[in-house]
Protein backbone atom coordinates (compact mmCIF):
# COMPACT_ATOMS: atom_id res chain seq x y z
CA UNK A 1 0.00 0.00 0.00
CA UNK A 2 1.62 3.54 -1.65
CA UNK A 3 2.41 6.08 1.41
CA UNK A 4 1.08 9.38 1.01
CA UNK A 5 4.98 10.71 0.64
CA UNK A 6 5.27 8.47 -2.26
CA UNK A 7 1.68 9.87 -3.87
CA UNK A 8 2.44 13.53 -3.26
CA UNK A 9 6.05 12.43 -5.65
CA UNK A 10 4.28 11.02 -8.26
CA UNK A 11 1.47 13.81 -8.35
CA UNK A 12 4.65 16.44 -8.73
CA UNK A 13 6.58 14.92 -11.33
CA UNK A 14 3.31 14.69 -13.02
CA UNK A 15 2.93 18.13 -13.06
CA UNK A 16 6.65 18.84 -14.06
CA UNK A 17 5.78 16.91 -16.87
CA UNK A 18 2.56 18.63 -17.87
CA UNK A 19 4.88 22.25 -17.46
CA UNK A 20 7.40 21.20 -19.48
CA UNK A 21 4.95 19.47 -22.43
CA UNK A 22 3.22 23.09 -22.28
CA UNK A 23 6.10 25.37 -22.33
CA UNK A 24 7.61 23.43 -25.50
CA UNK A 25 4.19 23.66 -27.24
CA UNK A 26 5.04 20.20 -28.67
CA UNK A 27 8.03 21.11 -31.63
CA UNK A 28 11.28 18.90 -32.78
CA UNK A 29 14.66 20.32 -31.97
CA UNK A 30 16.17 22.75 -34.53
CA UNK A 31 17.84 22.00 -37.64
CA UNK A 32 21.88 21.42 -37.93
CA UNK A 33 23.57 24.45 -39.55
CA UNK A 34 23.72 24.58 -43.78
CA UNK A 35 27.09 23.26 -44.99
CA UNK A 36 29.74 25.89 -45.76
CA UNK A 37 30.26 27.17 -49.66
CA UNK A 38 32.94 27.91 -51.75
CA UNK A 39 33.51 30.05 -55.33
CA UNK A 40 35.75 29.72 -58.20
CA UNK A 41 37.38 32.82 -59.83
CA UNK A 42 39.68 33.94 -62.40
CA UNK A 43 40.76 36.13 -65.66
CA UNK A 44 40.66 35.32 -68.99
CA UNK A 45 43.21 37.89 -70.94
CA UNK A 46 43.96 38.25 -74.93
CA UNK A 47 40.32 38.50 -75.88
CA UNK A 48 37.26 40.33 -74.00
CA UNK A 49 33.74 38.90 -73.55
CA UNK A 50 34.72 35.71 -72.89
CA UNK A 51 32.19 32.87 -71.94
CA UNK A 52 33.16 30.92 -69.00
CA UNK A 53 30.64 27.79 -68.45
CA UNK A 54 31.12 25.61 -64.97
CA UNK A 55 30.68 21.83 -65.08
CA UNK A 56 28.62 19.95 -63.62
CA UNK A 57 25.82 22.54 -63.48
CA UNK A 58 26.59 24.27 -67.05
CA UNK A 59 26.60 27.72 -65.79
CA UNK A 60 27.94 30.39 -67.57
CA UNK A 61 29.01 34.07 -67.40
CA UNK A 62 30.74 36.62 -69.45
CA UNK A 63 34.10 37.88 -68.41
CA UNK A 64 34.14 41.64 -67.52
CA UNK A 65 35.44 44.46 -68.94
CA UNK A 66 38.63 43.26 -67.18
CA UNK A 67 38.75 39.91 -68.24
CA UNK A 68 37.61 38.62 -64.66
CA UNK A 69 35.05 35.90 -64.16
CA UNK A 70 33.78 34.00 -60.27
CA UNK A 71 31.52 31.71 -59.53
CA UNK A 72 30.07 31.55 -56.10
CA UNK A 73 27.51 29.06 -53.62
CA UNK A 74 29.38 26.56 -54.76
CA UNK A 75 29.54 23.12 -52.76
CA UNK A 76 32.60 21.23 -51.97
CA UNK A 77 33.29 19.05 -54.99
CA UNK A 78 34.97 18.59 -58.36
CA UNK A 79 34.54 21.42 -61.20
CA UNK A 80 35.60 21.80 -64.31
CA UNK A 81 35.81 25.72 -65.98
CA UNK A 82 35.85 26.26 -69.73
CA UNK A 83 36.09 29.68 -71.76
CA UNK A 84 34.97 29.91 -75.38
CA UNK A 85 34.78 32.77 -77.93
CA UNK A 86 34.19 32.19 -81.47
CA UNK A 87 37.49 32.07 -83.93
CA UNK A 88 40.03 32.44 -80.88
CA UNK A 89 41.97 29.11 -78.78
CA UNK A 90 42.75 28.98 -75.33
CA UNK A 91 45.21 28.11 -73.23
CA UNK A 92 44.50 26.04 -71.38
CA UNK A 93 41.59 24.76 -73.21
CA UNK A 94 39.85 23.82 -69.81
CA UNK A 95 40.45 23.63 -65.89
CA UNK A 96 39.59 21.23 -63.73
CA UNK A 97 39.06 22.55 -59.81
CA UNK A 98 38.20 20.98 -56.71
CA UNK A 99 36.86 22.57 -53.55
CA UNK A 100 37.07 21.16 -50.06
CA UNK A 101 37.32 23.81 -47.66
CA UNK A 102 38.50 27.31 -49.04
CA UNK A 103 37.46 29.38 -52.09
CA UNK A 104 39.90 28.99 -55.35
CA UNK A 105 41.31 31.88 -57.25
CA UNK A 106 43.52 31.98 -60.42
CA UNK A 107 42.17 29.87 -62.74
CA UNK A 108 43.35 32.07 -65.89
CA UNK A 109 43.41 31.39 -69.29
CA UNK A 110 44.93 33.07 -72.63
CA UNK A 111 42.92 33.38 -75.49
CA UNK A 112 44.72 33.29 -79.02
CA UNK A 113 42.92 34.55 -82.09
CA UNK A 114 42.75 32.12 -84.99
CA UNK A 115 42.75 33.87 -88.38
CA UNK A 116 40.46 32.90 -90.77
CA UNK A 117 41.79 30.25 -93.43
CA UNK A 118 42.70 31.68 -96.57
CA UNK A 119 42.60 30.64 -100.17
CA UNK A 120 44.31 31.35 -103.32
CA UNK A 121 43.55 32.96 -106.79
CA UNK A 122 45.25 31.83 -109.65
CA UNK A 123 45.32 31.57 -113.71
CA UNK A 124 47.73 31.91 -116.86
CA UNK A 125 47.87 34.83 -119.20
CA UNK A 126 48.37 34.08 -122.98
CA UNK A 127 48.57 34.99 -126.46
CA UNK A 128 51.01 38.12 -127.58
CA UNK A 129 52.06 39.67 -124.12
CA UNK A 130 52.01 37.26 -121.24
CA UNK A 131 54.82 37.47 -119.19
CA UNK A 132 54.80 40.68 -117.18
CA UNK A 133 51.39 41.70 -117.31
CA UNK A 134 49.89 43.40 -114.26
CA UNK A 135 47.24 41.64 -112.52
CA UNK A 136 44.76 43.19 -109.91
CA UNK A 137 42.71 42.05 -107.18
CA UNK A 138 39.89 44.44 -105.85
CA UNK A 139 38.69 44.72 -103.05
CA UNK A 140 41.97 44.85 -101.98
CA UNK A 141 43.99 46.81 -104.48
CA UNK A 142 46.45 43.69 -104.10
CA UNK A 143 48.89 43.51 -107.60
CA UNK A 144 50.86 41.11 -108.68
CA UNK A 145 52.53 40.29 -112.30
CA UNK A 146 52.68 37.34 -114.47
CA UNK A 147 55.83 35.26 -114.85
CA UNK A 148 57.76 34.42 -117.66
CA UNK A 149 55.40 31.65 -118.86
CA UNK A 150 52.13 33.76 -118.07
CA UNK A 151 51.33 32.20 -114.62
CA UNK A 152 50.20 34.53 -111.55
CA UNK A 153 48.43 33.88 -108.26
CA UNK A 154 46.87 35.28 -105.23
CA UNK A 155 47.83 34.00 -102.15
CA UNK A 156 45.78 34.54 -98.50
CA UNK A 157 42.62 35.13 -100.12
CA UNK A 158 39.26 34.95 -97.48
CA UNK A 159 36.77 34.18 -98.55
CA UNK A 160 34.50 36.80 -100.57
CA UNK A 161 33.69 37.79 -104.25
CA UNK A 162 36.77 39.19 -105.98
CA UNK A 163 37.51 40.78 -109.49
CA UNK A 164 40.67 40.05 -110.84
CA UNK A 165 42.14 42.62 -114.18
CA UNK A 166 44.82 41.93 -116.47
CA UNK A 167 47.03 45.30 -117.70
CA UNK A 168 49.48 45.93 -120.07
CA UNK A 169 50.60 49.21 -121.42
CA UNK A 170 48.94 49.02 -124.94
CA UNK A 171 47.18 45.56 -124.77
CA UNK A 172 43.65 44.82 -124.54
CA UNK A 173 42.79 40.90 -122.62
CA UNK A 174 39.69 39.01 -123.06
CA UNK A 175 38.00 38.99 -120.64
CA UNK A 176 38.53 42.36 -119.57
CA UNK A 177 38.24 41.08 -115.89
CA UNK A 178 36.94 38.48 -113.94
CA UNK A 179 34.25 37.81 -110.89
CA UNK A 180 35.71 35.35 -108.59
CA UNK A 181 34.29 34.07 -105.65
CA UNK A 182 36.15 31.96 -103.07
CA UNK A 183 34.12 29.81 -100.68
CA UNK A 184 36.40 27.48 -98.76
CA UNK A 185 38.91 26.46 -101.83
CA UNK A 186 41.56 27.70 -103.69
CA UNK A 187 40.10 28.96 -107.24
CA UNK A 188 42.05 27.99 -110.18
CA UNK A 189 42.05 28.45 -113.95
CA UNK A 190 41.33 31.98 -114.02
CA UNK A 191 42.81 32.54 -117.41
CA UNK A 192 43.14 35.70 -119.96
CA UNK A 193 43.91 35.74 -123.67
CA UNK A 194 45.61 38.92 -125.31
CA UNK A 195 43.32 39.85 -127.73
CA UNK A 196 45.42 41.72 -129.71
CA UNK A 197 47.71 39.95 -132.54
CA UNK A 198 51.47 41.57 -132.42
CA UNK A 199 51.98 41.76 -136.10
CA UNK A 200 55.84 41.06 -137.32
CA UNK A 201 58.29 43.70 -138.19
CA UNK A 202 58.59 43.99 -141.45
CA UNK A 203 61.12 46.94 -142.32
CA UNK A 204 65.03 47.82 -141.44
CA UNK A 205 67.63 45.55 -141.09
CA UNK A 206 68.81 43.53 -138.38
CA UNK A 207 73.29 43.12 -137.42
CA UNK A 208 74.32 40.48 -135.33
CA UNK A 209 76.68 37.73 -135.13
CA UNK A 210 75.54 34.81 -136.89
CA UNK A 211 77.80 31.50 -137.76
CA UNK A 212 79.31 31.42 -141.03
CA UNK A 213 80.57 27.63 -141.41
CA UNK A 214 82.71 27.63 -138.04
CA UNK A 215 83.28 31.31 -137.43
CA UNK A 216 81.11 33.76 -135.56
CA UNK A 217 81.03 36.49 -137.73
CA UNK A 218 79.14 40.30 -138.51
CA UNK A 219 75.70 39.69 -140.01
CA UNK A 220 72.79 41.79 -141.80
CA UNK A 221 69.30 41.14 -142.52
CA UNK A 222 66.95 42.52 -144.47
CA UNK A 223 63.18 42.02 -142.43
CA UNK A 224 61.55 42.59 -145.48
CA UNK A 225 62.67 39.09 -146.51
CA UNK A 226 64.87 37.72 -143.42
CA UNK A 227 67.70 37.04 -146.06
CA UNK A 228 71.05 37.35 -143.63
CA UNK A 229 74.60 38.29 -145.14
CA UNK A 230 77.64 38.20 -143.93
CA UNK A 231 79.70 41.47 -143.26
CA UNK A 232 82.85 40.27 -141.65
CA UNK A 233 84.65 37.93 -140.39
CA UNK A 234 85.36 34.60 -141.58
CA UNK A 235 88.84 34.56 -140.24
CA UNK A 236 89.80 31.62 -138.37
CA UNK A 237 91.14 32.10 -134.55
CA UNK A 238 89.13 35.37 -133.80
CA UNK A 239 85.70 35.81 -131.60
CA UNK A 240 83.75 38.90 -132.59
CA UNK A 241 81.76 39.97 -129.61
CA UNK A 242 79.75 42.94 -128.76
CA UNK A 243 79.08 44.76 -132.37
CA UNK A 244 77.85 48.61 -132.22
CA UNK A 245 76.40 49.91 -135.36
CA UNK A 246 78.06 53.71 -135.45
CA UNK A 247 76.08 56.76 -135.54
CA UNK A 248 76.90 59.30 -138.51
CA UNK A 249 79.67 57.52 -140.04
CA UNK A 250 78.69 55.75 -142.80
CA UNK A 251 78.64 52.24 -142.87
CA UNK A 252 80.66 51.91 -139.85
CA UNK A 253 80.52 49.36 -136.54
CA UNK A 254 82.27 48.88 -133.48
CA UNK A 255 83.05 45.53 -132.45
CA UNK A 256 84.92 43.67 -129.78
CA UNK A 257 87.41 40.79 -131.04
CA UNK A 258 89.96 38.15 -129.07
CA UNK A 259 92.64 35.96 -130.95
CA UNK A 260 96.08 35.16 -131.33
CA UNK A 261 96.16 35.80 -134.94
CA UNK A 262 95.15 39.04 -133.88
CA UNK A 263 97.58 41.80 -132.44
CA UNK A 264 95.18 42.65 -129.60
CA UNK A 265 92.64 41.73 -127.55
CA UNK A 266 90.27 44.82 -128.00
CA UNK A 267 87.84 47.41 -129.91
CA UNK A 268 88.02 47.98 -133.50
CA UNK A 269 85.98 50.34 -136.36
CA UNK A 270 84.80 48.40 -139.23
CA UNK A 271 84.20 50.41 -142.04
CA UNK A 272 82.00 47.69 -143.47
CA UNK A 273 82.35 49.20 -147.37
CA UNK A 274 86.09 49.00 -147.73
CA UNK A 275 86.42 46.17 -144.79
CA UNK A 276 89.26 48.54 -143.22
CA UNK A 277 89.36 48.93 -139.56
CA UNK A 278 91.34 50.57 -136.98
CA UNK A 279 91.96 49.50 -133.35
CA UNK A 280 90.55 51.66 -130.65
CA UNK A 281 92.46 50.09 -127.76
CA UNK A 282 96.35 49.10 -129.18
CA UNK A 283 98.35 46.23 -127.37
CA UNK A 284 97.14 45.62 -123.77
CA UNK A 285 99.22 48.28 -121.38
CA UNK A 286 100.18 50.65 -123.92
CA UNK A 287 96.90 52.75 -123.43
CA UNK A 288 96.31 54.36 -119.94
CA UNK A 289 99.73 52.56 -118.02
CA UNK A 290 98.57 51.18 -114.84
CA UNK A 291 95.28 49.57 -116.33
CA UNK A 292 96.78 46.01 -118.43
CA UNK A 293 92.66 44.90 -118.57
CA UNK A 294 91.64 44.80 -121.85
CA UNK A 295 87.59 45.67 -122.13
CA UNK A 296 85.26 44.53 -119.49
CA UNK A 297 81.97 43.33 -120.65
CA UNK A 298 80.29 45.89 -122.91
CA UNK A 299 81.46 48.99 -124.62
CA UNK A 300 80.07 51.76 -126.35
CA UNK A 301 81.13 54.30 -129.29
CA UNK A 302 79.67 57.84 -130.11
CA UNK A 303 80.46 60.64 -132.13
CA UNK A 304 82.14 64.10 -130.75
CA UNK A 305 82.06 67.06 -133.82
CA UNK A 306 85.38 68.22 -132.22
CA UNK A 307 87.07 64.80 -131.27
CA UNK A 308 85.63 62.40 -134.33
CA UNK A 309 84.33 58.89 -133.44
CA UNK A 310 85.21 58.01 -129.37
CA UNK A 311 85.22 54.39 -127.65
CA UNK A 312 84.20 54.02 -124.30
CA UNK A 313 85.77 50.62 -122.40
CA UNK A 314 86.25 49.78 -119.19
CA UNK A 315 89.66 48.87 -117.89
CA UNK A 316 91.54 47.46 -114.36
CA UNK A 317 94.13 47.94 -112.84
CA UNK A 318 96.56 45.60 -111.33
CA UNK A 319 94.66 46.53 -107.70
CA UNK A 320 91.57 45.45 -109.22
CA UNK A 321 89.60 49.15 -109.75
CA UNK A 322 87.73 49.76 -112.99
CA UNK A 323 87.13 52.88 -114.51
CA UNK A 324 86.00 54.36 -117.64
CA UNK A 325 88.44 55.45 -120.25
CA UNK A 326 87.36 57.24 -123.64
CA UNK A 327 89.49 56.27 -126.29
CA UNK A 328 89.38 57.39 -130.21
CA UNK A 329 88.37 55.58 -132.76
CA UNK A 330 91.12 56.52 -135.41
CA UNK A 331 93.74 54.33 -133.68
CA UNK A 332 95.85 57.00 -132.16
CA UNK A 333 97.21 56.51 -128.43
CA UNK A 334 95.25 59.63 -127.14
CA UNK A 335 92.50 58.51 -123.97
CA UNK A 336 91.14 60.16 -121.06
CA UNK A 337 89.99 58.84 -117.96
CA UNK A 338 86.35 59.63 -117.06
CA UNK A 339 86.01 58.44 -113.98
CA UNK A 340 87.43 57.95 -110.51
CA UNK A 341 84.83 56.10 -108.67
CA UNK A 342 85.86 52.53 -109.62
CA UNK A 343 83.35 50.10 -110.09
CA UNK A 344 81.95 50.78 -113.33
CA UNK A 345 80.76 48.39 -115.95
CA UNK A 346 78.55 49.11 -119.25
CA UNK A 347 79.05 52.27 -120.07
CA UNK A 348 76.97 54.70 -122.37
CA UNK A 349 78.02 57.57 -124.90
CA UNK A 350 75.06 60.15 -123.87
CA UNK A 351 75.80 63.12 -126.08
CA UNK A 352 77.17 66.62 -125.77
CA UNK A 353 75.73 68.77 -122.66
CA UNK A 354 75.06 72.66 -123.08
CA UNK A 355 78.54 73.93 -122.28
CA UNK A 356 79.91 70.95 -125.26
CA UNK A 357 80.94 68.31 -122.62
CA UNK A 358 80.69 65.15 -123.40
CA UNK A 359 78.62 62.91 -121.24
CA UNK A 360 78.30 59.52 -119.97
CA UNK A 361 76.10 56.97 -118.09
CA UNK A 362 77.93 53.88 -116.73
CA UNK A 363 76.31 51.24 -113.76
CA UNK A 364 78.07 51.84 -110.38
CA UNK A 365 77.79 49.28 -107.34
CA UNK A 366 75.68 47.03 -109.06
CA UNK A 367 72.81 48.79 -109.13
CA UNK A 368 72.79 52.42 -110.38
CA UNK A 369 73.41 54.63 -113.26
CA UNK A 370 75.29 57.46 -112.26
CA UNK A 371 75.95 60.31 -115.21
CA UNK A 372 79.37 62.22 -115.84
CA UNK A 373 80.20 65.14 -118.03
CA UNK A 374 83.87 65.86 -119.18
CA UNK A 375 85.70 67.18 -121.68
CA UNK A 376 89.21 65.64 -122.64
CA UNK A 377 90.37 68.92 -124.55
CA UNK A 378 90.17 71.11 -121.80
CA UNK A 379 89.91 68.77 -118.32
CA UNK A 380 93.66 69.01 -116.98
CA UNK A 381 95.74 65.39 -116.32
CA UNK A 382 93.49 63.10 -118.21
CA UNK A 383 91.33 62.97 -115.07
CA UNK A 384 87.22 64.00 -114.89
CA UNK A 385 86.40 66.85 -112.72
CA UNK A 386 82.88 67.15 -113.21
CA UNK A 387 81.11 65.35 -110.52
CA UNK A 388 79.23 62.22 -111.20
CA UNK A 389 75.54 62.32 -110.41
CA UNK A 390 73.13 59.51 -109.75
CA UNK A 391 70.78 58.81 -112.73
CA UNK A 392 69.15 56.07 -111.79
CA UNK A 393 68.58 52.85 -108.99
CA UNK A 394 67.37 49.52 -108.61
CA UNK A 395 68.94 49.12 -112.60
CA UNK A 396 69.83 45.73 -113.72
CA UNK A 397 73.52 44.90 -115.45
CA UNK A 398 73.93 42.67 -118.52
CA UNK A 399 75.91 42.38 -121.60
CA UNK A 400 73.65 45.71 -123.39
CA UNK A 401 71.46 47.29 -120.11
CA UNK A 402 70.92 50.45 -121.56
CA UNK A 403 70.71 52.35 -124.76
CA UNK A 404 70.56 55.98 -126.02
CA UNK A 405 68.06 57.09 -128.54
CA UNK A 406 69.55 58.51 -132.12
CA UNK A 407 69.47 62.33 -131.08
CA UNK A 408 71.05 62.02 -127.24
CA UNK A 409 67.17 62.79 -125.25
CA UNK A 410 66.18 59.33 -123.53
CA UNK A 411 67.53 56.54 -122.18
CA UNK A 412 66.32 52.68 -121.95
CA UNK A 413 67.48 50.66 -119.45
CA UNK A 414 67.08 47.24 -117.60
CA UNK A 415 65.17 48.14 -114.30
CA UNK A 416 64.73 45.61 -111.41
CA UNK A 417 61.18 45.12 -111.13
CA UNK A 418 60.70 42.21 -108.33
CA UNK A 419 63.54 40.53 -109.58
CA UNK A 420 62.16 40.79 -113.34
CA UNK A 421 64.20 43.27 -115.72
CA UNK A 422 61.93 45.53 -117.41
CA UNK A 423 62.56 47.49 -119.94
CA UNK A 424 62.37 50.81 -118.59
CA UNK A 425 62.80 54.86 -120.72
CA UNK A 426 63.66 57.76 -119.17
CA UNK A 427 64.40 61.14 -120.54
CA UNK A 428 67.74 62.02 -120.27
CA UNK A 429 66.96 65.81 -118.55
CA UNK A 430 64.71 63.79 -115.95
CA UNK A 431 60.99 63.00 -115.94
CA UNK A 432 58.86 60.48 -115.85
CA UNK A 433 59.53 56.72 -115.92
CA UNK A 434 57.92 54.51 -118.75
CA UNK A 435 58.05 51.00 -118.16
CA UNK A 436 57.60 49.32 -121.55
CA UNK A 437 57.39 45.46 -119.16
CA UNK A 438 59.67 42.93 -118.84
CA UNK A 439 62.70 42.68 -121.63
CA UNK A 440 66.50 42.46 -121.28
CA UNK A 441 69.42 44.14 -122.97
CA UNK A 442 67.61 47.52 -124.93
CA UNK A 443 69.05 48.96 -128.38
CA UNK A 444 67.32 51.91 -129.15
CA UNK A 445 67.09 51.95 -133.54
CA UNK A 446 69.39 54.97 -135.25
CA UNK A 447 67.36 54.75 -138.58
CA UNK A 448 64.82 56.83 -137.52
CA UNK A 449 61.76 54.56 -136.58
CA UNK A 450 62.27 55.09 -132.89
CA UNK A 451 61.95 51.89 -131.66
CA UNK A 452 63.39 49.71 -129.36
CA UNK A 453 64.84 45.97 -129.66
CA UNK A 454 65.09 43.73 -126.99
CA UNK A 455 64.21 40.10 -125.95
CA UNK A 456 62.54 38.45 -123.32
CA UNK A 457 63.64 35.54 -121.03
CA UNK A 458 62.32 33.20 -123.78
CA UNK A 459 65.02 34.97 -126.08
CA UNK A 460 62.34 36.00 -129.14
CA UNK A 461 62.77 39.65 -130.30
CA UNK A 462 60.43 42.24 -129.70
CA UNK A 463 60.66 45.71 -131.03
CA UNK A 464 58.30 48.51 -129.42
CA UNK A 465 57.90 52.40 -129.38
CA UNK A 466 59.44 54.34 -125.97
CA UNK A 467 55.74 55.16 -125.46
CA UNK A 468 54.68 51.35 -124.97
CA UNK A 469 52.62 51.11 -128.14
CA UNK A 470 53.64 49.08 -131.67
CA UNK A 471 54.91 46.45 -130.36
CA UNK A 472 56.17 43.95 -133.35
CA UNK A 473 57.47 40.45 -133.52
CA UNK A 474 61.33 40.44 -134.66
CA UNK A 475 62.34 37.15 -136.60
CA UNK A 476 65.46 35.30 -134.96
CA UNK A 477 68.01 35.03 -137.50
CA UNK A 478 68.20 31.20 -138.22
CA UNK A 479 71.93 31.48 -138.35
CA UNK A 480 72.37 33.35 -134.83
CA UNK A 481 75.41 32.42 -132.99
CA UNK A 482 74.77 30.37 -130.02
CA UNK A 483 74.59 33.49 -126.61
CA UNK A 484 74.69 36.31 -128.81
CA UNK A 485 70.70 36.85 -128.25
CA UNK A 486 72.14 40.36 -126.45
CA UNK A 487 73.48 41.42 -129.37
CA UNK A 488 71.09 41.71 -131.89
CA UNK A 489 71.06 45.00 -133.24
CA UNK A 490 68.99 47.45 -135.77
CA UNK A 491 71.42 48.38 -138.52
CA UNK A 492 71.62 52.58 -138.84
CA UNK A 493 69.89 54.05 -141.65
CA UNK A 494 71.20 53.61 -145.21
CA UNK A 495 73.28 50.52 -144.10
Known amino acids: MRTLSSKLFGA ?3 ILTLMFVACSGGSTPPPPPPPPTYSISGTVTGASSVTVTLSPGNISQVTTASGGYSFAGLAVGSYT ?3 S ?6 NPTSANVTLSSSNVTGVNFVATIVPPATYSISGTVSGATAAGVTMTLNP ?3 VTTTT ?3 TYSFAGIANGIYIVTPSFLGEVFTPTSTSVTVNDANVTGINFVDAIPVPQLTTG ?10 YRDI ?10 SPIFGDIAGITIDNIVPLRGTGKKVAFRIAGSVWPTDGVFILDTTTHGYTSAIPVQGVVAPGYPSTTIGSFDVGYDPNSGIVVLVVLQDTAGMKDVFQLLGDGSLRWFKFTTDGVNTSPVFAGIDAVGYQTILYIRNGNEIWQRSANPAKDPGNTATQPATLFASNVMDSTRPMSVNADYTKLAFMKNVNGVSHITVVPLAGGAEVDLGPGMDPYWSLDGSGKILYHDSTNALWAINADGTGKMQVVTPSNLATGTIANVVFAPLGF
Not at 85 to 90: D, G
Not at 219 to 228: E, G, H, I, T, V
Open 140 to 142: GNV
Open 85 to 90: LANYTF
Open 148 to 150: ASG
Open 219 to 228: FSMDLSNNAP
Open 81 to 83: VTP
Open 12 to 14: FAL
Open 205 to 214: KLMYLGMNNT
